[in-house]
């Protein structure tokens, strides 16, 4: 079952922050995050798994809230190098197969 | 350290022609390897996925097969392209908890 993510697309200034959203119709094991540059193949960015763990990444961190089988991602003070699209990934069980939603396309302009 | 590789970077192919796209995997044994397919500008669909030697899961019902011939190796065929063939074909593997792709392949079928 694919997840949903919104928005599906955002544009912000040079340091303005966003939140993206992933959210599935099935109990998660984890929920993970990557971003795809025009023409490239998608990064990791982190993962979270159930447990509500948290993790983060420079100006970038995520949530997962497992009652609700959502979790957000969080771009703060935003900068040009974070324009991309941003890929929630999510995987049911342990080992199992990484389904993506449909991607959120960020564009950081100066 | 682990790398991936995918070959080729670009292919041009005539509807009708075959395919095989291959991936190899570096620096570790029995990874659990994946092959997904993005349309331009869409998101990313699981194609298939092996969790061993000559163990293949079928994702989608379509013009493609893939095959697991080695521990570190996966390819992606099909006998005849179509027109909805085209697109952008990543090949990744799961160390950890945590997917890796490859670089990529951009198939255009004309």
């Known amino acids: 079952q694919q997840p949903v993510q919104s928005p599906q697309a955002v544009i912000l200034r040079e340091g303005e922050d966003a939140v993206i959203n992933c959210s599935s119709s099935?109990?998660?094991?984890?929920v993970h995050w990557y971003r795809q540059k025009h023409g490239e193949a998608p990064v990791f960015l982190m993962i979270?798994?159930?447990?509500?763990e948290q993790k983060g990444h420079d100006k970038i961190s995520a949530s997962f809230n497992e009652k609700k089988q959502q979790s957000s991602l969080y771009l703060t003070a935003s900068q040009l190098s974070y324009s991309g699209t941003y890929f929630c990934?999510?995987?049911?069980?342990?080992?199992?197969?990484?389904?993506f939603g449909q991607g959120t396309e960020l564009s950081v302009k100066p | 350290s682990q790398t991936i590789h995918q070959w080729p970077a670009t292919l041009v192919q005539p509807v009708g022609s075959p395919l095989s796209l291959e991936c190899t995997v570096e620096g570790t044994s029995n990874p659990n390897l994946y092959w997904y397919r993005q349309a331009a500008g869409r998101g990313l669909q699981l194609l298939f996925y092996?969790?061993?030697?000559?163990?293949i899961s079928s994702e989608v019902p379509q013009n493609l097969s893939a095959s697991r011939p080695q521990d570190r190796q996966f390819i992606l065929s099909s006998k005849k392209l179509l027109l909805s063939d085209s697109g952008f074909y990543l090949c990744a593997w799961k160390a950890k908890n945590i997917q890796y792709f490859g670089a990529g392949t951009r198939l255009s079928v004309l």
């Open positions: 092996s969790v061993g030697i000559g163990q």
């Open positions: 979270l798994l159930k447990g509500g």
């Open positions: 099935k109990a998660l094991y984890s």
């Open positions: 990934g999510t995987e049911e069980r342990q080992g199992g197969k990484l389904i």
